[in-house]
């Protein structure tokens, strides 16, 4: 089993920055695979950003490449999604998850393990 709780969320201006940490319960961070997710309202669940087990290999959404940046340290058991350049777009509930395997996965089926969600409001 492993636990997510996010944290970092809160109200910016368009152009700040924000950063999410992610902190985990387990003996299973340090292999797994995590993963960064929104949902704005009216809006289905979307893939942000993704990590593989040792922070070596990341992979991003389109709508965020070059702002966001994901990484982790499995001492603290804590990954963290930088984003700097926010847009009003960017508003949604960031959600952390973690995969049962080690390598990278965008799909939303591929994360066992669910935070709670953090919120994220960037006005304009």
């Known amino acids: 089993q492993v636990q997510l709780v996010e944290s970092g969320g809160g109200l910016v201006q368009a152009g700040g920055s924000l950063r999410l940490s992610c902190a985990a319960s387990?003996?299973?961070?340090?292999?797994?695979?995590m993963g960064w997710f929104r949902q704005a309202p009216g809006k289905e669940r979307e893939f942000v950003a993704t990590?593989?087990?040792?922070?070596?290999?990341?992979y991003y959404a389109d709508s965020v490449k070059g702002r966001f940046t994901i990484s982790r340290d499995n001492a603290k058991n804590t990954v963290y999604l930088q984003m700097n350049s926010l847009k009003p777009e960017d508003t949604a509930v960031y959600y952390c998850a973690a995969a049962t395997i080690s390598t990278i996965r965008t799909s939303s089926g591929a994360y066992a393990y669910w935070g709670q969600g953090t919120q994220v409001t960037v006005s304009s």
């Open positions: 990590i593989n087990w040792s922070g070596v290999i990341t």
């Open positions: 387990g003996r299973t961070f340090s292999s797994s695979a």
